[in-house]
């Protein structure tokens, strides 16, 4: 999530003139919705693409850095030939093109069955693309481009504001408009609405820039009527959940419901009534599988969690084997509806179960009772798709940390279980792993191939003294196995080989940054000229603008731990930071903090975030996590934004300023991907080490400026003047 603007910066120069009070209320207003439809529009096409394009979900800041590059672009292009008819034309192109491409299969090195369970909707003779490079580049460049307009729009509304009223004035509702942004989305998610309705209120608040446009107004609404036809025609799903387009429907040999998220197979609902005769031999194999963890118990597990239930397979095996109380956890709320209305055992109906809608680590962490028996189920473990990853929804799931939270939730006989589709032997060694070091002696491995999971894994005291010799196996495998990393919630990355950049990602790096460098060039002269000399680069807004954007993503993952991987965690801290942001930017106009004190409060901030272990925050009660949850993410944000005001305003070329900050913040999000190096915790101090280049820049040039300058005289005297 980024502002329309720069934190802490507004765009454009003085023009002079005075305006009525009437012409500025017209002009907040206008101001208001361009960055109402900015952040709407971003979020629409971030949930809407990666249904559409599916190697799009596996690249969740994608449009977030298309959309920071456009809205810079359009920003330098402030003041020239307006490019408004150019909105509704390109986020159609956008529409068009999601449309095309989601008829095509996209795949990378080798075709696999979890790479076409992706496209478990297309049909067999659906077109192939044997690289999902191309997409994920052509989605970049045109989400870029439908930002371009809304780009100078803003700008131009902002430079009025600055010459005219006050730079505060237009600043606040530029970042009001984004809140409102934010919070109608989060209720249009909750409501479930679908996307004809998401494009149907971006294209409506659009059309107030268009209310005095008589010759464009028939070709907006032409424009705008096709493009909410296409995005009908393009819809496949049932449902809209806060995460997943949704499809429910009767598995063709007829053992369950299938469930397709994002056209992608998700989950079966199967019937595990043993009065009913399995439906096929792939029915029976489902049923034997789920049952097999509870063949190695001594009893029937009086108290069961399930973590991830999804439609109820987990839970409809727990009181099969006679459980007296199962908690269902799931995050997805469609999801679980389904499981009520459409599982054939309907699970969640007796009175002994409890659905708790919520993810899995965050009920892990907050609830303090004691269960004989903890299922991880089979959560998104679509193994094969690593290359793709970054932090997903149940990445905070498979970590060392987690595994040890769940056996805090254990009875003294108690023991986890975990299903999964395990495509690769290091997946496997770490699963293993991590039970092996919650427990201290190796787990049950059961390799059986179940359709729905092809290996099972067990431990805790629960299955003590079952099959003695395979586990000795496991145990001599791990004591002589050379780098085994387990995920933590630092290096939360179970799909990734290892600590390290893929060329794959470095391809796509690279693409995205010569993109962007060439983008600026087009869009101003004055950055050509500056990219073309050394001596010309902003290295301090460069520097602000790439360590604000590591910030505001490490910010954003480690609250997704604190409050769950929800989607309402991640609106309030969207929201958060960016009336954070106001809030710096206000106080710097009204009482402006100094250069000094800003900075130290910057270091202070940025080190106390670094060396306060996240964790910590889990075990406290609500209003106090809250409250220091704020003062985590807040205080950083805040200073920042307070150093990057007194920046801005030294900089006599607005737009060359801006646009290379609009570099920083393109390379700020590409080196996100340094996680996946050198863990989510350490950001901080590479978006600390870049304020600190940014601070010895600006140390150099003052010291440059008071040295005095020094003349040789005729005859070899001196003369010495200041700068």
Same mark, same amino acid.
């Given at each position: 999530?980024?502002?329309?603007?720069?934190?802490?910066?507004?765009?454009?120069?003085?023009?002079?003139?005075?305006?009525?009070?009437?012409?500025?209320?017209? =002009?907040?207003?206008?101001?208001?919705?361009?960055?109402?439809?900015?952040?709407?529009?971003?979020?629409?096409?971030?949930?809407?693409?990666?249904?559409?394009?599916?190697?799009?979900?596996?690249?969740?800041?994608?449009?977030?850095?298309?959309?920071?590059?456009?809205?810079?672009?359009?920003?330098?292009?402030?003041?020239?030939?307006?490019? *408004?008819? *150019?909105?509704?034309?390109?986020?159609?192109?956008?529409?068009?093109?999601?449309?095309? #491409?989601?008829?095509?299969?996209?795949?990378?090195?080798?075709?696999?069955?979890?790479?076409?369970?992706?496209?478990?909707?297309?049909?067999?003779?659906?077109?192939?693309?044997?690289?999902?490079?191309?997409?994920?580049?052509?989605?970049?460049?045109?989400?870029?481009?439908?930002?371009?307009?809304?780009?100078?729009?803003?700008?131009?509304?902002?430079?009025?504001?600055?010459?005219?009223?006050?730079?505060?004035?237009?600043?606040?509702?530029?970042?009001?408009?984004?809140?409102?942004?934010?919070?109608?989305?989060?209720?249009?998610?909750?409501?479930?609405?679908?996307?004809?309705?998401?494009?149907?209120?971006?294209?409506?608040?659009? &059309?107030?820039?268009?209310?005095?446009?008589?010759?464009?107004?028939?070709?907006?609404?032409?424009?705008?009527?096709?493009?909410?036809?296409?995005?009908?025609?393009?819809?496949?799903?049932?449902?809209?959940?806060?995460?997943?387009?949704?499809?429910?429907?009767?598995?063709?040999?007829?053992?369950?419901?299938?469930?397709?998220?994002?056209?992608?197979?998700?989950?079966?609902?199967?019937?595990?009534?043993?009065?009913?005769?399995?439906?096929?031999?792939?029915?029976?194999?489902?049923?034997?599988?789920?049952?097999?963890?509870?063949?190695?118990?001594?009893?029937?597990?009086?108290?069961?969690?399930?973590?991830? $239930?999804?439609?109820?397979?987990?839970?409809?095996?727990?009181?099969?084997?006679?459980?007296?109380?199962?908690?269902?956890?799931?995050?997805?709320?469609?999801? *679980?509806?389904?499981?009520?209305?459409?599982?054939?055992? %309907?699970?969640?109906?007796?009175? %002994?179960?409890?659905?708790?809608?919520?993810?899995? /680590?965050?009920?892990?962490?907050?609830?303090?009772?004691?269960?004989?028996?903890?299922?991880?189920?089979? =959560?998104?473990?679509?193994?094969?798709?690593?290359?793709?990853?970054?932090? /997903?929804?149940?990445?905070?799931?498979?970590?060392?940390?987690?595994?040890?939270?769940? %056996?805090?939730?254990?009875?003294?006989?108690?023991?986890?279980?975990?299903?999964?589709?395990?495509?690769?032997?290091?997946? +496997? +060694?770490?699963?293993?792993? !991590?039970?092996?070091?919650?427990?201290?002696?190796?787990? @049950?491995?059961?390799?059986?191939?179940?359709?729905?999971?092809?290996? @099972?894994?067990?431990?805790?005291?629960?299955?003590?003294?079952?099959?003695?010799?395979?586990?000795?196996?496991?145990?001599?495998?791990?004591?002589?196995?050379?780098?085994?990393?387990?995920?933590?919630?630092?290096?939360?990355?179970?799909?990734?080989?290892?600590?390290?950049?893929?060329?794959?990602?470095?391809?796509?790096?690279?693409?995205?940054?010569?993109?962007?460098?060439?983008?600026?060039?087009?869009?101003?002269?004055? #950055?050509?000229?500056?990219?073309?000399?050394?001596?010309?680069?902003?290295?301090?807004?460069?520097?602000?603008?790439?360590?604000?954007?590591?910030?505001?993503?490490?910010?954003?993952?480690?609250?997704?731990?604190?409050?769950?991987?929800?989607?309402?965690?991640?609106?309030?801290?969207?929201?958060?930071?960016?009336?954070?942001?106001?809030?710096?930017?206000?106080?710097?106009?009204?009482?402006?903090?100094?250069?000094?004190?800003?900075?130290?409060?910057?270091?202070?901030?940025?080190?106390?975030?670094?060396?306060?272990?996240?964790?910590?925050?889990?075990?406290?009660?609500?209003?106090?996590?809250?409250?220091?949850?704020?003062?985590?993410?807040?205080?950083?944000? &805040?200073?920042?934004?307070?150093?990057?005001?007194?920046?801005?305003?030294?900089?006599?070329?607005?737009?060359?300023?801006?646009?290379?900050?609009?570099?920083?913040?393109?390379?700020?999000?590409?080196?996100?991907?340094?996680? #996946?190096?050198?863990?989510?915790?350490?950001?901080?101090?590479?978006?600390?080490?870049?304020? !600190?280049?940014?601070?010895?820049?600006?140390?150099?040039?003052?010291? $440059?400026?008071?040295?005095? *300058?020094?003349?040789?005289?005729?005859?070899?005297?001196?003369?010495?003047?200041?700068?």
């Amino acid at each position: 999530m980024v502002s329309t603007t720069a934190p802490g910066s507004v765009a454009g120069n003085h023009c002079g003139g005075d305006l009525s009070a009437k012409s500025i209320a017209r =002009l907040g207003v206008e101001l208001f919705f361009a960055s109402f439809v900015v952040l709407f529009q971003e979020l629409a096409l971030i949930r809407w693409l990666p249904g559409q394009v599916r190697a799009l979900a596996y690249f969740p800041n994608l449009i977030l850095l298309s959309a920071f590059l456009g809205l810079g672009l359009g920003c330098l292009r402030a003041g020239r030939r307006p490019l *408004l008819w *150019l909105w509704p034309v390109s986020l159609l192109v956008v529409i068009a093109a999601g449309f095309a #491409m989601s008829r095509v299969a996209f795949t990378q090195n080798s075709v696999t069955e979890h790479l076409w369970l992706l496209y478990y909707d297309l049909p067999h003779d659906a077109a192939v693309v044997g690289d999902v490079r191309l997409p994920i580049v052509l989605a970049f460049v045109l989400s870029a481009l439908a930002f371009v307009p809304l780009g100078q729009l803003v700008a131009e509304r902002l430079r009025e504001f600055q010459a005219r009223s006050g730079a505060l004035w237009g600043y606040c509702c530029d970042i009001l408009g984004s809140l409102a942004g934010v919070i109608t989305f989060a209720a249009c998610g909750f409501l479930e609405t679908f996307p004809v309705i998401w494009f149907a209120v971006v294209l409506l608040a659009g &059309f107030v820039f268009f209310t005095a446009q008589g010759r464009l107004r028939p070709a907006y609404g032409a424009v705008a009527a096709l493009a909410l036809v296409l995005v009908a025609q393009a819809e496949r799903a049932e449902r809209y959940s806060p995460y997943y387009a949704i499809r429910a429907s009767q598995e063709p040999g007829g053992a369950g419901v299938e469930i397709l998220a994002n056209g992608s197979l998700h989950q079966v609902a199967v019937s595990f009534d043993e009065t009913r005769p399995a439906v096929n031999d792939w029915h029976k194999s489902v049923r034997i599988g789920y049952h097999v963890p509870y063949r190695f118990l001594p009893q029937p597990p009086r108290r069961v969690l399930v973590l991830g $239930a999804g439609t109820g397979n987990d839970v409809a095996v727990a009181l099969a084997e006679g459980a007296e109380q199962v908690d269902a956890v799931e995050i997805d709320p469609v999801i *679980l509806q389904l499981g009520v209305t459409r599982h054939p055992d %309907r699970p969640y109906a007796p009175a %002994r179960v409890r659905a708790i809608n919520t993810d899995a /680590r965050s009920f892990l962490n907050e609830s303090r009772e004691e269960y004989d028996l903890i299922v991880f189920g089979t =959560l998104d473990s679509m193994t094969r798709l690593s290359a793709l990853s970054n932090v /997903r929804l149940d990445n905070f799931v498979y970590t060392r940390d987690c595994l040890h939270a769940a %056996r805090a939730r254990l009875s003294p006989r108690g023991g986890i279980v975990m299903y999964f589709a395990v495509g690769t032997s290091y997946i +496997d +060694d770490r699963l293993a792993g !991590m039970l092996f070091e919650a427990f201290g002696e190796p787990p @049950i491995v059961i390799r059986r191939f179940s359709q729905l999971f092809n290996t @099972i894994y067990m431990g805790g005291p629960a299955f003590a003294g079952q099959l003695p010799d395979e586990r000795a196996a496991i145990g001599a495998y791990f004591a002589q196995a050379q780098g085994v990393e387990l995920p933590d919630d630092d290096w939360p990355y179970l799909y990734l080989q290892g600590r390290t950049i893929s060329g794959f990602y470095l391809t796509l790096m690279a693409v995205f940054a010569t993109l962007a460098l060439a983008g600026v060039a087009a869009a101003s002269g004055e #950055m050509r000229r500056s990219l073309s000399s050394r001596r010309r680069m902003d290295t301090e807004m460069f520097c602000f603008g790439l360590a604000f954007l590591l910030l505001e993503t490490k910010s954003v993952t480690a609250m997704n731990l604190v409050w769950g991987a929800t989607w309402l965690t991640s609106a309030i801290v969207f929201g958060a930071i960016l009336a954070m942001v106001l809030f710096a930017t206000g106080w710097m106009q009204l009482r402006p903090i100094p250069w000094t004190v800003s900075v130290a409060g910057l270091v202070v901030s940025l080190l106390l975030a670094y060396f306060t272990p996240v964790h910590l925050l889990l075990r406290l009660n609500l209003a106090v996590k809250l409250g220091l949850s704020a003062l985590f993410v807040g205080t950083p944000i &805040f200073f920042a934004s307070a150093c990057f005001a007194l920046l801005f305003r030294e900089r006599a070329e607005a737009d060359v300023a801006f646009g290379w900050n609009l570099l920083g913040a393109v390379a700020g999000g590409l080196l996100e991907c340094l996680s #996946m190096v050198i863990g989510i915790k350490a950001l901080s101090l590479v978006a600390l080490l870049a304020y !600190m280049v940014a601070v010895l820049v600006r140390l150099r040039a003052q010291a $440059a400026a008071a040295a005095p *300058l020094t003349v040789t005289a005729v005859g070899g005297g001196k003369l010495a003047a200041p700068l």
